[in-house]
């Protein structure tokens, strides 16, 4: 389904969408999209940055341990 969205633009910005016959819609609905892809990839990455903390704070030696410790018990 799909939803209507206002946009707002002075008179001179309009002049210039008749002029250069600039599809309103397509260019908005672009726009945004690439604007949530931004966002979505900004949002990645600031799970990637907690991860990284989270992970820094893991002991390997530890980790290896319990999983030779698995190993021998199969």
């Given amino acids: 389904m799909t939803e209507m969205v206002t946009l707002r633009i002075d008179e001179e910005t309009k002049r210039k969408v008749k ?3 600039i599809h309103v819609s397509q260019v908005a609905r ?6 949530i892809e931004r ?7 600031q799970a990637l940055r907690r991860m990284r903390e989270i992970l820094r704070e893991v002991d390997t030696k530890r980790v290896v341990e319990h999983i ?6 199969r």
Avoid at 30 to 35: C, D, S, V, W
């Fill in 30 to 35: 672009a726009a945004i999209l690439q604007e």
């Fill in 68 to 73: 030779r410790e698995d190993r021998s018990a």
């Fill in 19 to 21: 002029r250069y016959r």
């Fill in 39 to 45: 966002k979505e990839r900004e949002e990645a990455l």
